[in-house]
């Protein structure tokens, strides 16, 4: 999947994004990025002595050195019809994970109607924290390859909701699918009263750290 030629400019890496998020593919594609969908098929499974920025962390890294062994499978059975240069050309695989919490508890994606309900009535007139962790894989060579990953915290304010507006919320099928059971992004951005930190680390994929990242591994966003 792809949105722009900015980023094939010779000698820049291919970027691939561990993840079929449609969120974090359109946050993505906000920062004028051409860029590959190769997502990770891994158990999230951490250790309980983690704290959050641990988990994020190490869920991130588990993802993007996944995605590069599917990657370098893939360049190996195609090795044959590959030219040398193309076989070893240079890429970045961009990883992240997120997870919402409150009273130190997980809160991940609802399984039914009930729990996301649930959910979003403990959250009514609180706050919680969102932490996102990203990971880059940059494999400028054969033999050079650099790593690097940041952890992004925000704290989201909801306000006092009623029964009926949780209901109906829920009832729209939105919640089902994200973790927390709200989308910033979309209609649930009518549940928060304010938000410290950045907007699109409690979407999935914080911008600034990203931006921040990618450059880290010879990538030109908005010309720098």
């Excluded at 004028?32 to 920025?53: K, R």
């Excluded at 949780?166 to 099928?173: A, R």
Aim: negative net charge; charged residues 25%; proline residues 4%.
């Amino acid at each position: 999947m792809t949105n722009t030629d900015s980023n094939k400019d010779s000698g820049t890496p291919t970027i691939i994004l561990a993840s079929a998020s449609p969120r974090r593919i359109d946050l993505m594609k906000n920062l004028g990025l051409s860029f590959e969908v190769l997502p990770a098929d891994i158990e999230e499974i951490t250790e309980h002595a983690q704290t959050p920025g641990e988990v994020v962390a190490e869920l991130a890294l588990m993802k993007a050195r996944r995605t590069q062994q599917i990657l370098e499978e893939r360049r190996a059975g195609e090795a044959g019809a590959m030219s040398t240069q193309a076989a070893s050309a240079p890429y970045v695989i961009l990883a992240a994970d997120t997870l919402v919490i409150l009273d130190n508890d997980i809160l991940g994606k609802p399984t039914d109607r009930a729990e996301a309900i649930s959910m979003l009535k403990r959250m009514s007139a609180r706050s919680h924290e969102v932490y996102t962790g990203v990971h880059v894989i940059y494999k400028e060579a054969a033999d050079k390859q650099h790593e690097h990953h940041e952890v992004g915290i925000s704290r989201v304010h909801f306000r006092k909701l009623s029964t009926s507006e949780i209901e109906n919320y829920v009832d729209s099928g939105e919640p089902m699918d994200k973790a927390g059971a709200y989308a910033l992004q979309g209609i649930g951005a009518f549940l928060l009263e304010g938000i410290e930190g950045c907007p699109t680390n409690i979407i999935g994929l914080p911008l600034p750290l990203t931006m921040s990242l990618l450059r880290r591994c010879n990538i030109s966003i908005l010309g720098l």
